[in-house]
């Protein structure tokens, strides 16, 4: 670089990255100008500090310049989603400015890979008899059950992949590294064996800036107050839902996300309005697979009581049992 002279700079992704990583470009010497590209409504930096974070050490030179009032020239045409999946984006996070190129709204753009209704463009799966618990370190949330219902549809999507000759990638999105975990041990490595199927399973951070013909995902909070942490966190969710291609299946837990104050209000609404709303017993074989997830996973619970009650001293076995069959009825 000493002995070359540049003059024009160009950072891509430059919302995601801090202001002090953007000048170290700039110190070259003959730089003249400057082209920023990225998307201040998708992720920021990552800044763990909380100290750092409130001091704006993760603002990107592309958010202060906008914030001087420098213009933007918007890239308002997308090429990527059927329209299907970017009507909800583009409404709610672009303010409708962006439209849908002509290769997206032709008619091959909209391939359905599964059969059924519920496996459409756009689908939100309803799956309220998960139960969201914490990884054995307690630093992050898993659900099994949906675990379970996107194991599920990675192997029918596969299927049919091989059935049919067809190329095929998939993506599997979650914003908690313990769904990521779970998941991916639950996939293994069998689908690494064939070229023709593709199927990478990352957090959302880990998805910005990639796409796929067909992405699921796992939103993992299921409980009774409506707390959904930084699941509500909007540009996180504007990456999750405009990664996909093709196919976009979103699994949750409908009343549990209806129920928070957040964006995901709007998104249950949004899908129950436009009749892209579906319960997972519409589609018999997930539902036998998430009954056996959940019969597993009260079956390890029993394990894990029995275990516990062993090690905390001798109680009356009717006691016992009564106690545990009475949680699984509460439940």
Known sequence: MKHKTLEVLVVDEA???????????????????????????????????????????????????????????????????????????????????????????????????????????????????????????????????????????????????????????????????AQVKLIQDKLGKTYDLYEGFQVKVRSIDGFQGGEKDVIIFSTVRSNTTGSVGFLSNINRTNVALTRAKHCLYIIGNATTLSKSDSVWQKIVSDAKNRGCLFKSEDDRDLQNAIIRAVIEQDELEDVINFDTLRISGPKSKGSNWLSRSSKKKNR
């Open 15 to 177: 919302a995601q990255l801090k202001e002090s990583e953007s000048l170290i470009p700039l110190l070259l010497s003959g730089i003249k100008h400057v082209v920023l590209i990225g998307d201040q409504f998708q992720l920021p930096a990552l800044v763990k500090s909380r100290i750092s974070d409130e001091a704006n050490f993760g603002r990107s030179l592309f958010e202060r310049l906008s914030s001087l009032g420098y213009s933007k020239h918007l890239l308002d045409v997308q090429y990527r989603m059927h329209p299907a999946i970017s009507r909800f984006p583009v409404s709610n996070f672009y303010n409708n400015r962006i439209s849908d190129g002509p290769n997206v709204t032709s008619q091959s753009y909209e391939k359905r890979f599964l059969t059924g209704q519920m496996y459409g463009s756009y689908s939100f799966i309803n799956v309220e008899q998960g139960e969201e618990t914490k990884d054995k370190f307690g630093r992050s949330l898993r659900n099994p059950i949906e675990a379970a219902a996107v194991v599920h549809i990675v192997k029918k999507l596969f299927r049919e992949s091989v059935y049919l000759g067809q190329n095929l990638s998939v993506g599997v999105v979650s914003p908690y590294n």
